[in-house]
Structures are given as structure tokens and as C-alpha cells.
């Protein structure tokens, strides 16, 4: 895919010079660039051409110079990025540049091998942006929370009214829980907790990411997921199957010899409200699920034992042909008046 780049400079020999260095790049498309000779005339430029990635700048020019032009792109871009490129290399520049928002600073004259090393730098560091914001934007990946901020950010109005949309559609929950984790934080360091616990949730969430679910939220040593569109409950339990798997194998190098990791989990499907909860006090939404079938989730997750994955009679008949399941027997749910059918997963 081809990356457009402006570069702002009032120095011809510059233009020169990027088009003699990466002539390459520019015959087999890899690269367009495109030329400004002041922050004025890049304003411009930049508003005929949307799709610019990176800017190349000086700082001393006429007009408009580049730093003044660094704190307009700033307003209207959150996600292109700017490399200075100027003589004056002093560090009162360098530190005016990058608290205006420069993702990098190169000095005069230029040395061609840096120029190419930042330029992929900062190529990958747009693409990593426009990958998490499209993850966002189609709800397959992980939720983040969601403040005005971040509405800004994205750019767009039809993401602002995504983002708020509410719905009550039936999906499928899942509550996972790494078994005994609690005596390892109350006996480890710090550090080793905190890795330990990273490095499971890590596990868990590949596996989820991968069969379409998302993640909904870490609770303490818990990860809650959800699951929608078709085929939710059946992508559940596969991914749930796939974790316990993980975890059981997993050798993250981080580990207490003595400490073997088994995950319990509660899995529950039925209609739930889809939709941005939180405090707008604190600016702070979380975009969830709520409803029954979650609450039922949950304790189902609290009922399992090392290892087990529950789910309620509804579901096995749901997915019986499917899976091997065993029946567990009846257990008491607050809120419910009489006690409910669960089964076990085992394969």
C-alpha cells in the first residue's frame, strides 16, 4: 500500500535530493511524495490531499514556519504524524518540537540511511494507529474505554454515532477465572504478579480474539468476553475449550514452580443490552453487556470447580450435538427462585 508523505521545505535542493533518494520507492509505489515550500502552502496541500501519512518539515521558513505549523496539525490530526527535519538542532527546538506533538527530529545536513530508518519508524507507528482504530470501529478486537477524547480522535462522525449505539441483542458471555491466583499475589513480588497475570490474560485473549469474541473487561484475576453475531455460543465454548488447553500448557517463564494454572468458567447465552455504560462525570465509558444472562454467567464461573466449563440446560441443548458434555447436576442462583440444570463441558 502506498504511503503519501509531504514534505515542507523552502529549500529546492531538497526536493532534489528525496526524489533522487528514493527514486525506488517512488517507481514501484511504495512512496508519493509531495511538496510544500512553507507551513502555509502544506495547509494547503494537506487539504487536497486527505490521505497524507507523515510530513517532513523545516523549521525556518516564510510565512509559517514549522513549528507553528507542528501545532496546526496537531489540531487537525490526531493521527498524522510530523518528523522535523531543520539545522537548528538545539535542544530548545527539539523539546518546543515534541511538546507540539513532532514524532521525531533530524538535523541538517541529512543523513539519508537516518531519513529512511525514521520514515518506516513512523510508516508502522500510523499503521499501528489505523489498525487500532479500526479494530475499535468494528467491535471484533478489544473495548476500550470510550471518553470524548477518544471520540476526537477517531475523526469521525459516523464512528461518534457508532460508538453510542445501544441494543439489546442476544449474544453469549463468558466469564473466565484463573484458578488459585489470589495466594500467588498475596506471596509474590510485585513484579512477578503483575507479569504472571499479563502473561495468562495474554493467552487468553489471543484465543478469544481469534474465534470473533472480545474481550469485555479484566476483573482482578478474571476476564469477562462476549460474543455475538452467528454462531456465538458455539465460538464461546471453542474458544473456552481452546484456553483451558493454554493455560494448562502454558510455560510463560515467569512462573512459581509449585503453581499449576487451571482456569474456571461460567458461559452463558440469551439477550443482553449491547451499549456504552458508565459516568460521563468521570468521562469515563465502558462499552459492555448487561442483563440476566450475564449475572447467570458469572455465577456459573463462581460454581466451577479447577478446570470446568459450565453452562446452563438451556445451552446444552443448544450445543449437545456438538460438544461432550456431562450433566452436573442442579445448583441455587440469587435471584432465582428455583434451582438451575447445569452441564459440564468436557470436550
Known amino acids: 500500500m502506498m504511503t503519501k508523505i509531504l514534505v515542507v521545505d523552502d529549500e529546492d535542493d531538497l526536493k532534489i535530493l528525496i526524489k533522487q533518494r528514493f527514486r525506488k520507492k517512488i517507481r514501484e509505489q511504495e512512496y508519493d511524495f509531495i511538496f510544500a515550500e512553507n507551513g502555509r502552502h502544506a495547509l494547503e ?22 513549528l507553528t505549523l507542528l501545532s496546526k496539525l496537531n489540531e487537525q490530526n490526531s493521527i498524522l504524524k510530523s518528523v522535523i527535519v531543520s539545522a537548528y538542532g ?34 508502522s507507528h500510523v499503521a499501528a494507529l489505523k489498525k487500532t482504530l479500526q479494530a475499535v470501529k468494528e467491535n471484533n ?12 480522535f477517531m475523526g469521525s462522525k ?7 449505539d445501544n441494543e439489546t441483542i442476544e449474544g453469549t458471555v463468558v466469564f473466565i477465572d484463573i484458578c488459585g491466583f489470589t495466594a500467588i499475589s498475596e506471596n509474590e513480588t510485585p513484579d512477578k504478579v503483575v507479569g504472571m497475570l499479563n502473561a495468562y490474560f495474554d493467552i487468553m485473549v489471543k484465543e478469544i480474539i481469534k474465534h470473533d469474541g472480545m474481550v469485555d473487561k479484566f476483573l482482578g484475576d478474571s476476564v469477562m468476553a462476549s460474543f455475538k453475531d452467528e454462531y456465538h455460543l458455539d465460538r464461546a465454548i471453542e474458544a473456552c475449550i481452546a484456553i483451558r488447553k493454554a493455560i494448562e500448557k502454558a510455560d510463560i517463564k515467569l512462573g ?5 494454572p487451571e482456569v474456571s468458567i461460567g458461559v452463558n447465552s440469551g439477550d443482553m443490552v449491547w451499549g456504552n455504560i458508565g459516568s460521563s462525570t468521570l468521562r469515563r465509558l465502558d462499552y459492555t453487556v448487561i442483563g440476566d444472562a450475564v449475572n447467570i454467567a458469572s455465577r456459573l464461573q463462581s460454581a466451577a470447580g479447577y478446570g470446568q466449563i459450565l453452562i446452563t440446560e438451556n445451552n446444552f441443548n443448544k450445543i449437545k450435538d456438538s460438544f461432550n458434555c456431562n450433566k452436573v447436576g442442579e445448583i441455587a442462583m440469587k435471584n432465582k427462585k428455583l434451582p438451575v440444570v447445569v452441564y459440564e463441558v468436557l470436550s
Open 158 to 164: 459516523e464512528m461518534e454515532s457508532s460508538l453510542f
Open 45 to 66: 496541500q494537506l487539504l487536497q490531499h486527505t490521505d497524507v501519512d507523515l510530513v517532513l518539515s523545516d523549521i525556518n521558513m516564510p510565512e509559517m514556519d514549522g
Open 256 to 260: 512459581v514452580e509449585s503453581y499449576k
Open 90 to 123: 538545539d535542544m530548545e527546538n527539539i523539546r518546543i518540537a515534541m511538546n507540539r506533538g513532532a514524532f521525531d527530529f533530524i538535523t541538517k545536513p541529512i543523513d539519508f540511511k537516518d531519513l529512511e530508518i525514521t520514515i518506516e519508524k513512523t510508516i
Open 141 to 152: 478486537i478489544l473495548r476500550m474505554y470510550v471518553d470524548e477524547n477518544v471520540i476526537n
